[in-house]
């Protein structure tokens, strides 16, 4: 049998065993990306002028246009970010101690007040943020349509307000695993802790969007879970609690401490719904967000309803206001829990271990949304020329790595949790962050009112808005008024707490500070930068609407949307108008 013959190579060529110039190697690539975005803008919004310095407010909408941040968020990890953000610390422990200050009727009507104002906050963001998905959103959208001074403080305080609630969060996690009397140290833990979360910054936004879309089923399910045990303890259905009904709501009683316990959780209703208006902040590095944005601003009305106003009505409940587990040794104790003193109290082994797992990843998910609310918008304030431009460095994949690198650093005062004053920290901590969404919220409201009047008066149509608020202007007004309404209250309850006359002078001015840190903090930011640069509140017929405006906001993809929605039936247009 013959073999078969293989035809030899008549080429003269020599083979390439050398690597082609300007190939890099594997280590090379990876340290490019670390490389500032080319397509990252340089430019400053400050310009100089003969006496003094004149800000740029349309160079600064340009750079926020600009910004190289990735758009890689999906629809799920939008909807989730929403959701998930803002059930933490405050829901699963603040609420505890809330009531045990008010009292349940009055924790009940805190959250429901609050959630309304939310609701209207939270439209009227989704309305501007669709229109203009650019980075900074909220901040942004102060120095657009309302004044650069006041867009500097806003940014300036919500910044701070995440990079302080960072490393409160990790000591609220360290504190969550002495539940179980580990013999793991402190110190341990806090860092297995941040090194999770930066870990998670540092490998991008799509990493971020994926832990917080896990983090947030996590949450919503044991919040739902704990709704439907509740409804079951409530009715007798716990091995040792038997029939409660409305029990506690008769004795103790339904308030505490009368009209100053209900202004002393306003506060705590408001820690605790922040980190809502994140969507907004996501828009810019939202792959569609027309689409996404709202659908997740719609889902705010059901996440209020059943996630924070049934589950507060049920620890109302289920666990009395005079319960002396309620009051911890700190403010984030999670022993303090209602929680986990509702399961404990009616007997439920083991399951109370399981809540407590829950709280503990609850308040890391909180510390990873932090963070990154805290980076994006450092860098939006330094794109806006607002804070010093190294901030603005962005890499090739989008990471503002800077700011990533600030907000870790300031996260080390989490190892303050070792230390013999570590309850005085929490208290600052908390309060450099208590009265800042409040702060958030009102100026969101403020700039959707002046948004409706610029486009109105520059001869645009309501129904020209892909998305359009649901409550309009009416409930931006509702929401502005009566947040400035809590800032009053919270500075009377500053002033004349619920202890009254039984503590000392010191004491008090302390309590005044740690309620009302976040006043002064504004003000004194935007009167320095006031003064300075001599910003005046930008004027109705001034307004810039075209920068940055979303490409989708034409009149051949509204027509679609018209079309689309006309041959729809009843049951799917309610239920897109709620879902």
């Not at 707490?497 to 002078?505: L, V, Y």
């Not at 005044?512 to 320095?528: D, G, I, K, R, S």
């Amino acid at each position: 049998m013959e073999s078969k013959g293989y035809l030899t190579s008549t080429t003269t060529v020599t083979p390439l065993l050398t690597k082609p110039r300007g190939v890099k190697s594997l280590p090379i690539r990876a340290l490019d990306d670390f490389r500032r975005d080319s397509a990252s803008s340089t430019a400053t919004a400050i310009t100089p002028v003969v006496n003094g310095r004149r800000y740029d407010a349309k160079a600064a909408a340009a750079r926020t246009v600009k910004s190289p941040l990735a758009r890689r968020l999906k629809g799920r990890h939008l909807q989730m970010i929403a959701i998930g953000g803002s059930i933490g610390t405050g829901l699963f422990i603040g609420s505890g101690a809330a009531l045990a200050t008010g009292g349940p009727a009055s924790l009940l009507i805190a959250f429901i007040l609050m959630g309304g104002v939310l609701f209207c906050t939270v439209q009227a963001l989704g309305e501007m943020a669709v229109a203009f998905p650019v980075a900074g959103s909220f901040s942004a959208f102060s120095t657009r349509f309302l004044d650069p001074a006041w867009g500097f403080a806003m940014g300036w305080n919500y910044a701070l307000q995440w990079l302080f609630t960072v490393p409160l969060e990790i000591m609220a996690a360290s504190i969550t695993l002495e539940y179980w009397s580990l013999p793991i140290p402190g110190a341990v833990s806090i860092t297995i802790f941040l090194a999770v979360i930066i870990s998670i910054n540092l490998s991008g936004v799509k990493a971020f969007g994926e832990a917080e879309y896990g983090f947030s089923v996590l949450k919503v399910t044991a919040v739902i879970g704990f709704i439907l045990l509740g409804i079951v303890i409530n009715c007798g259905g716990g091995p040792d609690s038997g029939y409660v009904g409305g029990r506690y709501w008769v004795n103790p009683g339904a308030f505490h401490n009368g009209f100053k316990g209900f202004c002393s959780i306003l506060v705590t209703a408001a820690f605790s719904f922040s980190g809502t208006e994140l969507v907004g902040l996501a828009a810019a590095e939202t792959h569609n967000p027309s689409k996404s944005i709202p659908t997740a601003i719609k889902q705010v009305f059901w996440r209020i309803a059943i996630f924070y106003i049934i589950s507060i009505a049920v620890i109302g409940l289920i666990v009395p206001y005079d319960s002396p587990s309620l009051i911890g040794r700190d403010s984030v104790d999670s022993k303090a829990s209602p929680f986990i003193i509702a399961i404990k109290n009616a007997g439920i082994g083991g399951l109370d271990s399981v809540m407590n797992a829950v709280v503990m990843i609850a308040v890391l998910s909180v510390a990873n949304s932090s963070m990154y609310g805290a980076t994006r918008t450092l860098s939006a304030l330094a794109e806006q020329g607002q804070a010093p431009a190294l901030l603005a460095y962005i890499d090739r994949k989008g990471r503002p790595l800077v700011s990533i690198g600030i907000a870790s650093t300031i996260s080390l005062l989490a190892y303050l949790y070792l230390s013999s004053a570590r309850s005085q920290v929490f208290a600052w901590l908390l309060a450099s962050s208590g009265l800042s969404s409040v702060f958030t919220w009102l100026s969101i409201c403020l700039a959707h009112i002046r948004f409706r009047r610029a486009w109105l008066r520059h001869g645009h149509l309501l129904s020209d808005l892909v998305y359009r608020s649901t409550v309009g202007t009416i409930g931006s007004w509702i929401g502005l008024c009566t947040l400035v309404i809590i800032l009053v209250a919270q500075c009377y309850m500053a002033i004349a707490p619920t202890s009254g006359s039984t503590t000392s002078a010191r004491v008090r001015a302390m309590d005044f500070f740690e309620a009302y840190l976040a006043m002064p903090v504004v003000v004194v930011f935007y009167a320095c930068y006031k003064v300075y640069y001599r910003t005046k509140w930008i004027r109705i017929d001034e307004i810039d609407l075209n920068t940055g405006r979303s490409e989708l906001e034409s009149e051949l993809f509204r027509n679609k949307m018209r079309v689309d929605q006309t041959e729809w039936p009843k049951w799917k247009i309610l239920y897109r108008t709620l879902c």
